[in-house]
C-alpha cells in the first residue's frame, strides 16, 4: 500500500521550515513535530531574529507541540529536524519524553551524538540520515554563502 | 577589606528564587546572573506553571539576561544557580558563552558533569559547592514533602 505520509515527507516539511530560517538569514535548521500523521507544531531557526541562543528550531517546535497538546510530554510524537540536535535540544527532547526523534544531515562537530544517546529519554527512538543530502546542502549553501 | 558581594551573596539571592518555586509547588531550582556586582536578572523554575519542559531557572535567567544585554553572549557575566545544571542548560549556557557558572548542590542523576565540563564552553569558569548545604536541603524538603 502506498504509504502518503512516511519520514520523507515530514523531513521535507521540515526543510521547508529551515528554508524560513534561510530567508531569514539564519542558520537553516527547521523542525515539525508529528502525532497520528498530523504536523501539530513546525519551528525554526530564530536565534538572531530573537536574540536568544535557545531558539532552535527543535525548542521551538518542542514547546508549540506542547502548547498544543496541553501536555508538557510529547509522548506518541515523533520531531523530525533537519540537523543533529545540539546537546541543549537532545537535553529538551529528553525531558520531554519525545518518543521519536528523525533528524536528516549530521552535526559532527555541534550535535549530540558526540556526547551519546544517553543525552535522550530511554524510551525515544532515534533515527537519522533521512534526506541528509538535502539537509546537509542546506548547511553548505548558507555557510558558503556567508564567506562569499 | 570587607567584601560586600561574593559568591556566597549572590547564591543567596538565587536561593530566594528557588524559594518562589517552591512556594508555587514547582521543584525548588533558583538562578539569577550577575554583571558587575549587578543582578542583571532572576529566574525560577517553572516547567509546571508553564507547562514547559524547557522552563528550567537557568534558562530563564539567561534569556532574560540577554535581554537586558540585547546581547545574546553573556560575556562578562556569572550565572549563579542553586543545583548543578541538566545537559539542556548546560547546552544553552554554552551557546551564551556565560564567563562563569557557580552552582549549589550537586545533581548525579540529572547533572551536565556526568558528560563532562564539554557540555560547557571552553571559555567558561566553572565553580560548584558554594551554599551547598542549603541547596540540596532544598530539593531534600521538597522530595520529603511530596513523598509525606
Known amino acids: 500500500m502506498l504509504k502518503l505520509y512516511d519520514d520523507e515527507f515530514f523531513m521535507r516539511q521540515a ?10 538569514g539564519e542558520i537553516p535548521v527547521g523542525a515539525v513535530v508529528v502525532s497520528n500523521d498530523r504536523i501539530i507544531a513546525r519551528g525554526h531557526n530564530q536565534t538572531e531574529r530573537l536574540n536568544d541562543v535557545t531558539a532552535h528550531a527543535e525548542i521551538i517546535a518542542l514547546t508549540a507541540a506542547a502548547n498544543y ?7 506518541d510524537c515523533t520531531l523530525y529536524v533537519t540537523l543533529e540536535p545540539c546537546p541543549m535540544c537532545a537535553g529538551a527532547l529528553a525531558w520531554g ?3 521519536r526523534i528523525v533528524y536528516g544531515a549530521n552535526d559532527d562537530k555541534r550535535g549530540f551524538m558526540r556526547f551519546g544517546r544517553e543525552l535522550l529519554h530511554p524510551k525515544t527512538k532515534l533515527e537519522f540520515g533521512v534526506l541528509h543530502e538535502e539537509c546537509g546542502a542546506l548547511m553548505t549553501s548558507f555557510f558558503t554563502g556567508r564567506r562569499g
Not at 497538546?69 to 509522548?75: N, Q, R
Open 15 to 24: 526543510i521547508a521550515q529551515a528554508n524560513l530560517a534561510a530567508a531569514d
Open 69 to 75: 497538546l496541553g501536555d508538557k510530554y510529547l509522548h
Open 97 to 99: 519524553q519525545v518518543s
